[in-house]
């Protein structure tokens, strides 16, 4: 271990057997079996989506009086933290907060597929058409995002403001039931809430199950599913919507959502802020009525992620001189991604400044983390293509799926993953993936993992109704759009996975640097040790081997 500042950054590539992101098993106990005692009261979880390792290294150098820097002052870094591969947000924050990887958690994307549900009442009646509720092929897209929301409209693709049609806090008052996929039970069609699709329990269960309080805020009321399989690990979740109207910021026109302008962004994060703000003092996150300041709470911040993507400022951005992205191939932050590191630098005060006004600083650990990086850091890397030939593949028909950021997942018709092509008399997978491979150049795939290799890292896609048929590795710096965006996640790739990780608090003394790969599975059990509750409470612990953070 070293001093963070003294430590030169180099991260050697993950085998592939630690793409799953498994490790050895923890104990709760020391090596003489006795209990270790931390007397944490709180764990401040904070997720700043698409900061790199190598981010945080460069702002600490760059602004060593800085917030960022008195973290890591008094804390651990772990400059080759890897989060979860596919490294999408939704199993980026699942992982954070269960330990588990798709593979024990069951989600590889917010914009997924599950091969036994059904579409969403809304699908059809936004059509005009008539519901014909869970009937026909099963096969559907599982949309965990802003179309979930009372008020998301089909037709602009659009929710019409932060509170998406409900009230902040109160989370079931902004999903729709009528929006979510559907399965049956008991020969009934019943709605899929976001936490049914979680196939592990979460770290909020464990700590409300032993008597502390739990609170989240994110992105959008699709993050319900952070509850847990119960549904009722969270005392609070707060989600303002990102993906709505921007009515916070004067220069927003119609159809600007919250990422179309860095100014944006930070207004819409300023919201989450401030609940964590209000928790802190012993709120409900709207400051609402007076509650016990939760054992576990936090936020994730949406700035850095806009600033690395938005190529240049859109019309709630007075300074328009403002470009997005890194100025070269050593991560050095172009004007508006500096302003975006600021604003979460000075946001990380804040918390850490009301604490210490709370007198709650000494019982509280601040972990700061992502779900996921972004790729590629440097803009000449960037290689913009269309995925459009992935539905093309033979037995993809009218009910396969894929979604590709910078790597695609693909799933073929449930009807058809299995048959045989009669055009060929090869099995419709077969003839996928030779169709797949035979456009590889096109596609810029470096490696398609089929069946087999997904078996191994994940689970069989033909007896696992979430698993995909196949996942690209595409060559670095490939990211899938028609647009101007500099950057994606998803993927693969260190730029994609190799994010921050500072696990701080005043009784760290002096600042420690662990150089060991180190996963965002293991910042789960670390929580629960932290509070003194046993890590192996946690499902993943126990089934995919997922240990405390060295220290």
């Avoid at 947000?89 to 024990?104: D, E, F, H, R």
């Avoid at 003092?281 to 609402?288: H, K």
């Avoid at 700035?303 to 050593?330: E, I, N, P, T």
């Avoid at 990780?501 to 929580?527: C, G, M, N, W, Y």
Wanted: overall charge negative.
């Amino acid at each position: 271990m070293r001093g963070f500042r003294d430590y030169f950054l180099s991260t050697a590539a993950v085998a592939a057997a630690m793409l799953a992101g498994g490790i050895t098993v923890a104990r709760a106990d020391d090596d003489s079996g006795h209990s270790q005692r931390h007397g944490y009261k709180h764990v401040l979880l904070i997720s700043v989506d698409g900061m790199h390792a190598i981010d945080l290294k460069r702002w600490v150098e760059s602004r060593p009086g800085g917030n960022f820097a008195q973290l890591t002052n008094h804390g651990v870094v772990y400059p080759n933290a890897f989060t979860t591969a596919p490294s999408d947000s939704y199993p980026g924050m699942l992982a954070q907060v269960t330990g588990a990887t798709p593979k024990g958690g069951g989600l590889f994307y917010d914009d997924s597929y599950d091969r036994a549900a059904y579409p969403s009442k809304a699908f059809y009646t936004s059509q005009n058409l008539a519901d014909p509720g869970c009937t026909g092929a099963a096969g559907a897209e599982i949309t965990n995002f802003e179309a979930l929301d009372k008020s998301f409209d089909y037709d602009s693709g659009l929710v019409a403001d932060y509170t998406a049609g409900g009230t902040l806090g109160q989370v079931y008052t902004q999903l729709d039931p009528d929006h979510m996929q559907r399965k049956l039970v008991n020969g009934q069609c019943v709605p899929v809430y976001p936490h049914e699709y979680v196939r592990t329990n979460t770290i909020f269960e464990v700590i409300k199950a032993a008597g502390m309080g739990t609170a989240w805020s994110d992105k959008h009321p699709a993050y319900e599913d952070l509850a847990g399989p119960s549904g009722k690990g969270l005392d609070e979740l707060y989600a303002p919507e990102i993906n709505s109207q921007d009515t916070l910021d004067a220069g927003a026109k119609p159809g600007d959502d919250y990422t179309k302008s860095y100014t944006g962004v930070r207004s819409y994060d300023s919201l989450k802020v401030q609940a964590v703000l209000n928790w802190i003092d012993g709120y409900d996150g709207a400051r609402t009525q007076h509650q016990p300041v939760p054992a576990i709470f936090g936020m994730n911040f949406q700035a850095v992620s806009v600033g690395q993507k938005l190529a240049k400022a859109g019309h709630a951005d007075a300074d328009k001189s403002l470009v997005g992205g890194y100025a070269d191939a050593q991560a050095t932050p172009g004007n508006a991604l500096t302003l975006q590191f600021q604003f979460v630098d000075d946001a990380l005060g804040k918390f850490v400044n009301e604490l210490k006004a709370q007198n709650l600083y000494e019982s509280t650990l601040i972990i700061v983390s992502a779900k996921h990086g972004q790729s590629p850091i440097n803009v000449k890397d960037r290689v913009a293509i269309s995925d459009a030939l992935y539905s093309n593949a033979p037995g993809f028909g009218a009910n396969g799926f894929e979604i590709c950021d910078d790597g695609a997942l693909v799933w073929l018709s449930p009807q058809m993953q299995q048959a045989t092509n009669p055009a060929t008399g090869n099995p419709y997978h077969a003839d996928a993936k030779a169709y797949i491979l035979s456009h590889a150049a096109d596609l810029h795939i470096q490696k398609l993992l089929d069946r087999d290799e997904l078996s191994k890292l994940y689970a069989d896609p033909f007896h696992n109704s979430r698993v995909p048929d196949f996942l690209a590795i595409t060559d670095h710096g490939v990211i899938c759009t028609g647009g101007s965006k500099l950057a994606e996640h998803g993927g693969f790739s260190d730029d994609d996975r190799n994010v921050l990780l500072v696990v701080s608090s005043p009784r760290i003394k002096h600042a420690k640097i662990v150089e060991d790969t180190t996963f965002t599975t293991q910042i789960a059990p670390t929580i629960l040790h932290a509070l003194d509750l046993d890590p192996r409470s946690l499902q993943a612990v126990r089934e995919e081997g997922v240990q405390v953070l060295k220290n």
